[in-house]
């Protein structure tokens, strides 16, 4: 640097006031040093009393001053009136209200002072000049630069703003390798304040405690400041990811996990801890990774590099489902890039209501890192299912759920997490009022992204179309809604198969099992004509029944509803030959329900009293009217059990009572029991009992005899059994309540156990036959995923439970209801509804759906006018599979996903990962499909640093059949 030979080259003669005359340049403005004072050219200017700053041969943009949010350009130095009233009054003034967020500078009251008497003067000249700025009196040492304790306003120290700061530092100077006291304002409840004591924070590594840093924070300064001062402290490579935790008084940590709040927000004190943790190769934090080790949950090698991606998940119990859900998730390219990249910690949305305080997105995030860090075979996502249930009471536990339903929930959780509207703004849905479809439809979708703009929407977001129509009006309403998936129908056969067991009268047939062929839709008639091709008995001669824990547990009517009966129901057709409700006048048979059982000791306090405990099969057998006394029931139940109950020999008639003729014909007198010749009574209908289903009449209480008495009290002959009238669950309680006096009456078989275990053959009695229609298997052919869409897409009439209001009508209309696709997002999820719930049966469908892996071409689905020279809009590619194997109570889900990197197809069935063909893909398990749009795969590996062949490359070879025999 060099002097010019005008008047500056004179002023360094001056010996008093330009001892060891030398130029520097700092925050690139020119200062002179004076004796080891720091004085800028403009101060030297102002001190000689010249207005000009054409002394200085330095280029004149070297003087421009830095404020807060303007730099003025200082070429001329003002006169002391001016500088007087530009750093006391107007906008760059030290009297002008305080705003936050702004900074201010403290100025040593005895230097401001001294500068107040200097320029109310009127000599430039003059000996009151009050010199470089000093501010040593406001500091403990000159080492640290330490602020005293206690300094008071007006009395230590004057305040200014940035502006005023900037310019006094401009024409004075400030005093060599003293630091600017720049604080903060701060807004406090009900008013502004200058913050003169910042936070002073102890930054520390995690793993090294004992080396903390101290560093100063305003309290309106962000976490993210604090985060980049701990990151340049401790040399962080730009690439690594970092978070802070903060340390209280009793040593309990706390994630500071929303860094663009502020230092107060935060709650943080001076000289509080804070922890910055470095994020593993493997994708694992060190918080944790102690954690995991002593739980035995990692399977973490560290000499281990494998494939990226190319990671299994650990079955924690039951959580088959959300591990399918997730290495489907994993392998959509586009989102895993996305948190690998770290792009979700700018989105991050703490905030949001309808969010999960951003943890999802987290414990999502740490999940994808691990698996695609290329360190681990197999990870243990223990944190991200706690996070799960924390936040969806429904997957707490370790129970079965479903795939989709978690799947929705994390793409619900994960777009709220990440929505970049901070703030949802009300949006009033309009109807298309006869509007043209695409006026209409870009008006939804711009509605929707002014409250849902997240990466999720752009993945997996479209739009459909809804027409409803008023079945009475012929109102029609269009709306155009978002969607994140398409569930869409299976055909469903309108067959349905039902095993039954038949029943004949003839007491030497056994059994039969049957397997029928019914309408989804019929009754019980179609049952019993079904059954009737099979036995040739007319349908007119059978009853069916539901038969649980040896009892009737519904007798069903002609006309009742197949659905009525559950897949798992005990369904039991009996050949009858006449009805089991009684008509006056008719000649037909009395069919009579009879149930088994047998007296057991369970004792009282007399050690007296015997139990009877139902076993086998009940009956429905036909007595003769002519025959119905208690003694011809006696006989017909001998013969209809013939099969399997043995009759005594004469060796075995007991002797009985010595009587004479009398005596016998007087017992006979006296028997109780029904008389051929008593008439039959006509009570008013009744309910055969709580759960027979049957309305019916009383067919035989004959002078009320039959319904409280039991046969035969005392006999000369062996009687194998004694009967009883009971009610429909089989106890003999009937007379308790007066309803059941004229209900249909039961009959039960009471064997003494003695007489069962000598007679009774009971592996007999439960022995039965296979009709040759058991082996028939109802065939349903492979359905194509595009009939599958096109149902989905068909017109369909609303349910009762969900009526429309309509508003010409005023009223809730059954209408009609159509959906049709819009716009396709780029990834596109199609959940296959293989789960049936009806409110009779649930089921789950086996059909087998047959999908493409490539050219899934879209272009007859969508309505909206396309754009021929892009056909890739409508095409697309397989990517990933959600299999799920099994049925509704049980079952096990595994994936099939290509991986980004490679476009290799693996096989990932929880801890197991292998490679497979494209072949072995489309199976009868495939649940939910992940489909992603041709020209995103071309744009993806188009970007600078993709590697790898496109996903839809050929694949490799097939698994290890150990992983793949799962069903």
């Not at 000159?142 to 005023?164: S, T």
Request: charge should be negative; proline fraction near 6%.
């Amino acid at each position: 640097m060099h002097l010019s030979s005008g008047p500056i080259s004179n002023m360094a003669a001056a010996s008093w006031l330009f001892r060891g005359l030398c130029f520097r340049f700092r925050d690139q403005n020119p200062e002179v040093a004076v004796g080891g004072v720091f004085i800028s050219p403009a101060a030297l200017a102002v001190r000689r009393g010249q207005t000009a700053m054409a002394a200085v041969a330095v280029n004149p943009a070297a003087l421009v001053v830095a404020a807060e949010n303007r730099q003025p350009q200082r070429e001329m130095v003002p006169n002391l009136d001016n500088q007087r009233r530009q750093i006391e009054n107007g906008e760059s003034g030290r009297k002008r209200p305080l705003r936050a967020g702004e900074s201010w500078f403290l100025v040593e009251q005895r230097w401001y002072k001294q500068w107040e008497v200097y320029v109310q003067g009127v000599d430039q000249d003059s000996s009151t000049f009050p010199g470089c700025i000093n501010n040593a009196a406001l500091f403990e040492d000159q080492i640290n630069w330490r602020l005293r304790k206690g300094l008071v306003e007006g009395k230590d120290y004057v305040l200014l703003p940035a502006a005023a700061w900037h310019y006094l530092v401009s024409w004075y100077g400030l005093e060599h390798g003293q630091p600017p006291i720049e604080r903060k304002v701060v807004n406090l409840p009900s008013f502004h304040k200058v913050e003169v004591y910042p936070i002073e924070l102890l930054l520390v590594q995690h793993g090294d405690m004992d080396t903390p840093h101290t560093a100063q924070f305003s309290r309106t300064d962000s976490l993210g400041l604090v985060l980049r001062t701990a990151r340049e402290q401790f040399q962080v490579d730009p690439k690594e990811d970092t978070r802070l935790w903060s340390k209280n008084s009793i040593g309990s940590l706390y994630r500071l996990c929303d860094i663009h709040i502020t230092v107060r927000d935060a709650g943080l004190e001076s000289g509080q801890v804070v922890i910055m943790e470095t994020r593993n190769r493997d994708g694992t934090w060190p918080s944790t990774q102690l954690h995991a080790v002593n739980n035995n949950m990692s399977e973490k090698d560290e000499d281990f590099k494998g494939q990226p991606g190319i990671c299994g998940l650990t079955n924690l119990g039951n959580t088959c489902f959300m591990n399918s859900a997730l290495q489907c998730l994993s392998n959509v390219p586009q989102l895993t890039e996305y948190f690998l990249n770290n792009r979700y910690l700018e989105e991050l949305n703490f905030r949001n209501p309808l969010g999960m305080k951003g943890e999802i997105a987290e414990a999502y995030a740490d999940l994808v890192k691990q698996a695609w860090s290329g360190h681990h075979r197999s990870i243990v996502p223990h944190v991200f299912k706690t996070k799960v249930g924390h936040f969806a009471s429904q997957f707490l536990g370790y129970q079965q759920h479903d795939a989709q339903e978690l799947l929705s929930f994390l793409l619900d959780g994960l777009h709220e997490d990440l929505n970049r509207v901070k703030k949802k703004e009300y949006v009033e849905l309009c109807d298309a009022a006869g509007r043209p479809d695409q006026e209409v439809a870009q008006e939804a979708w711009q509605n929707h992204k002014r409250r849902n703009d997240s990466v999720i929407v752009d993945t997996f977001h479209g739009l459909f179309k809804s027409t409803l129509v008023c079945p009475d009006c012929g109102n029609v309403s269009v709306t155009f809604d978002p969607f994140c998936y398409l569930s869409v129908p299976l055909p469903v056969s309108h067959k349905r198969v039902l095993e039954v067991f038949f029943i004949p009268m003839d007491p030497r047939r056994k059994p039969e099992q049957h397997r029928l062929v019914v309408p989804k839709k019929g009754k019980i008639s179609d049952l019993c004509v079904a059954l009737s091709k099979h036995t040739g008995i007319s349908p007119e001669r059978m009853m069916v029944a539901d038969v649980f824990s040896h009892r009737f547990y519904k007798l069903y009517q002609l006309e009742e509803a197949l659905s009525t009966i559950l897949d798992r129901d005990d369904i039991f057709v009996y050949e009858v030959s006449g009805r089991i409700e009684a008509i006056e006048g008719s000649r037909e048979d009395i069919v009579v329900p009879v149930y088994l059982r047998e007296r057991t000791p369970a004792r009282d306090y007399n050690n007296s009293y015997y139990g009877l405990m139902l076993f086998g099969h009940p009956l429905l057998v036909s007595v003769p009217r002519d025959r119905f006394s208690w003694e011809g029931l006696y006989n017909i139940l001998m013969y209809r059990l013939s099969r399997y109950v043995t009759k005594p020999n004469s060796d075995d008639e007991d002797d009985g009572d010595e009587k004479g003729d009398e005596e016998e014909e007087e017992d006979k007198d006296d028997m109780p029991g029904p008389s051929t010749r008593a008439s039959l009574r006509d009570p008013e209908p009744e309910q055969a009992g709580p759960s027979s289903g049957v309305t019916s009449r009383c067919p035989f209480l004959l002078d009320n005899c039959l319904g409280t008495s039991q046969w035969p009290p005392r006999r000369r002959r062996k009687q194998l059994f004694t009967l009883q009238t009971v009610n429909s669950n089989g106890t003999s309680d009937r007379t308790n309540s007066p309803e059941e006096v004229h209900a249909q009456p039961y009959i039960a078989i009471d064997w003494e156990p003695e007489m069962k275990k000598r007679y009774y053959d009971e592996a007999e009695a439960e022995g039965y036959v296979k009709h040759e229609c058991v082996g028939y298997v109802l065939k349903k052919a492979p359905v194509r995923l595009q009939e599958c869409i096109e149902l989905f897409t068909t017109v369909e009439t609303l349910e009762k439970e969900n009526p429309w209001y309509c508003p010409s009508c005023k009223q809730h209309q059954l209408a009609t209801k159509k959906l049709d696709l819009w716009m396709l997002p780029e990834v596109l999820i199609i959940h296959l509804k293989r789960f049936s719930y009806t409110k009779f049966s649930r089921e789950k469908l086996d059909t087998l759906v047959q999908f493409p892996i490539r050219d899934l071409d879209f272009s007859e689905f969508v309505i909206k006018p396309q754009n021929e020279a892009a056909p890739e809009l409508y095409k697309y590619d397989l990517i990933a599979v959600s299999n799920h194997y099994g049925g509704m109570r049980d079952g096990h889900y595994t994936t099939f996903a290509c991986n980004k990197d490679s476009g290799q197809w693996h096989y990932f069935d929880d801890n197991s990962v292998s490679p497979v063909n494209e072949n072995q893909i489309e199976s009868k398990a495939a649940y939910v499909l992940f489909y992603q749009r041709q020209d995103v795969v071309r744009r993806l590996h188009s970007q600078p640093g993709s590697s790898g062949p496109p996903a839809s490359s050929a694949c490799g070879s097939p698994p290890n059949s150990e992983f793949m025999d799962v069903n």
